[in-house]
């Protein structure tokens, strides 16, 4: 599906304006990240099926309706982030996610057409010593499965 | 936060209770594979704060509202089935995420509590020779990323 959109926040004016919509607590390592990325859904991703799906050309049919096509985009972008969390990662570099932002200022303010819906904001740069938390605990296996 | 949830339907009598559920072009394949799983989210992950955040006490509270709640699960879900798809690879099987079922019908057989929302089903195993259809193409990064 390919729902996921980035924007590539390198600029200061513009660093300046996302930092405006963090969260109090996102707020100085969003100024202080090598890059920040915004990732949104673009809830109109199946106009892109022609380049996408081209064997199957009546697919975009099957999301003219706009809730489950939002809904999809929401999904499959979130699917997309954690790829490009790992992503970024796999490459060596850290990748700090956050969801605490404003998210109607930040739509408006780098996607003022409504067809866009931002799902993270993502800081990356190679990390500083001590830069982590203690990892926190982890669910175990079995209070997460079940087998049947 | 941690809210995904797996089942691993590995009994024939649970295996046809999904595939039951499954949409007409899913249904011959999760019948066949060697280990189908159910990944769903918990939207009462915050009941397990006090595992997965014991340094902060008070964090059950931000996800009192259930409407942001379940938005949170889905959100969070979805980046771990991300997570899962990429993990079951990295160990050198075949993944084959699926979101073509009877999602109220799923949700009603495997977690009748009301309290989980099926995000996915995975069908795992070795694949045989040329089980896969060709790579669809992929939008080129001029057309998913701009910098600001």
Same mark, same amino acid.
């Given at each position: 599906?390919?729902?996921?959109?980035?924007?590539?926040?390198?600029?200061a004016? $513009?660093r300046?304006?996302?930092? /405006?919509?963090?969260? #109090?607590?996102?707020?100085?390592?969003?100024? +202080? %990240?090598p =890059? !920040?990325?915004?990732?949104?859904?673009?809830?109109?991703?199946?106009?892109?099926?022609h380049?996408?799906?081209?064997?199957l050309?009546?697919v975009?049919?099957w999301?003219?309706?706009e809730?489950?096509?939002?809904? $999809?985009?929401k999904?499959?972008? /979130?699917?997309?982030? #954690?790829?490009?969390?790992?992503g970024?990662? +796999? %490459?060596? =570099? !850290?990748?700090g996610?956050?969801?605490?932002?404003?998210?109607?200022a930040?739509?408006?303010e780098?996607?003022g057409?409504g067809?866009?819906?931002?799902?993270?904001?993502v800081?990356?740069g190679?990390?500083?010593?001590?830069?982590?938390?203690?990892?926190?605990?982890?669910?175990?296996?079995?209070?997460?499965?079940?087998?049947?």
């Amino acid at each position: 599906m390919q729902p996921l959109r980035l924007v590539l926040v390198r600029s200061a004016e $513009a660093r300046e304006r996302l930092v /405006a919509t963090m969260a #109090g607590g996102n707020k100085a390592k969003t100024a +202080a %990240a090598p =890059l !920040a990325v915004i990732l949104a859904a673009d809830l109109n991703f199946h106009e892109e099926f022609h380049k996408t799906f081209p064997h199957l050309p009546g697919v975009k049919d099957w999301f003219a309706e706009e809730t489950a096509r939002a809904q $999809a985009a929401k999904f499959n972008g /979130a699917l997309q982030v #954690g790829y490009f969390i790992l992503g970024v990662r +796999a %490459a060596g =570099l !850290a990748a700090g996610p956050m969801t605490g932002f404003d998210a109607d200022a930040l739509n408006k303010e780098f996607f003022g057409d409504g067809e866009h819906t931002v799902l993270a904001v993502v800081n990356i740069g190679k990390p500083g010593d001590k830069a982590w938390f203690d990892r926190n605990p982890r669910l175990e296996f079995e209070q997460v499965a079940t087998t049947v």
